[in-house]
Nanobody, 120 residues
Framework: QVQLVESGGGLVQPGGSLRLSCAAS????????MGWYRQAPGKQRELVAA???????NYADSVKGRFTISRDNAKNTVYLQMNSLKPEDTAVYYC??????????????WGQGTQVTVSS
């Protein structure tokens, strides 16, 4: 089985920074796309940033220039460095990954979510 375990959320003042981490563990053959989504109260879950195995990245317009996604393939871990945080960044952040447990079997997985609150 595969698990995604997130860490790094918390309370931060506007303008501050946080770094989220998400480590995949279990029966892993390879990991393709890894990403971060967020869901604020009363809103739909939205893509924040994603990164391919080769390093190509994609960002939501609302976080471009402030957030940076990266990954360590040797550790099966994806990171989200969040700078210049705003109150509207407050949400539960979820890790997502496309993971193959063999050359013929792949599944999309979600982490349990980590709360990020931006408030003075």
């Amino acid at each position: 089985q595969v698990q995604l375990v997130e860490s790094g959320g918390g309370l931060v003042q506007p303008g501050g920074s946080l770094r989220l981490s998400c480590a995949a563990s279990g029966s892993i053959f390879s990991i393709n796309l890894m990403g971060w989504y967020r869901q604020a109260p009363g809103k739909q879950r939205e893509l924040v940033a994603a990164i391919m195995g080769g390093g190509s990245t994609n960002y939501a317009d609302s976080v471009k220039g402030r957030f940076t996604i990266s990954r360590d393939n040797a550790k099966n871990t994806v990171y989200l460095q969040m700078n210049s945080l705003k109150p509207e960044d407050t949400a539960v952040y979820y890790c997502n990954a496309d993971i193959r447990s063999s050359a013929w079997s792949g599944t999309n997985y979600w982490g349990q979510g980590t709360q990020v609150t931006v408030s003075s």
